[in-house]
């Protein structure tokens, strides 16, 4: 940590060792594809054949509906959530 000063204060490092830092890198487009595809592929399973085909369209809709919407949005965690607010959303309108 850094010197006080500057709105920094300096934090015990006993503190510090209670936290753990990872370094993610932002996952292909091909891998976040079949993530959320096998969710929702995994809910509509006990449906018909119908729905079970439209299931990569879907997906592949609301990743393009990501990336124009929120193109400002650089950081993984912001795609993870609409991602998953988007999957359970069509989980439950099929339930």
Same mark, same amino acid.
């Given at each position: 940590?850094? $010197?006080?000063?500057?709105?920094?204060?300096?934090?015990?490092?006993?503190? @510090?060792?209670?936290?753990?830092? +990872?370094?993610?890198? +932002?996952? =292909?487009?091909? !891998?976040?594809?079949? @993530? /959320?595809?096998?969710?929702? &592929?995994g809910?509509?399973?006990? +449906?018909?054949?119908?729905?079970?085909?439209?299931?990569p369209? @879907?997906? $592949? &809709?609301? &990743?393009?509906?990501?990336?124009? =919407?929120?193109?400002? =949005?650089?950081?993984?965690? /912001?795609?993870?959530?609409? &991602? !998953? $607010? @988007?999957?359970?959303?069509?989980?439950?309108?099929?339930?």
């Amino acid at each position: 940590m850094g $010197k006080p000063g500057g709105g920094r204060n300096d934090v015990d490092p006993r503190f @510090i060792s209670l936290f753990s830092v +990872f370094n993610m890198t +932002f996952p =292909a487009d091909e !891998s976040l594809y079949k @993530i /959320y595809n096998s969710i929702l &592929m995994g809910h509509v399973q006990p +449906f018909v054949t119908e729905i079970r085909e439209i299931v990569p369209q @879907i997906t $592949k &809709m609301t &990743m393009d509906l990501y990336r124009q =919407a929120f193109r400002f =949005a650089l950081y993984f965690d /912001y795609l993870v959530l609409f &991602m !998953s $607010k @988007i999957s359970d959303f069509l989980i439950r309108m099929i339930d």
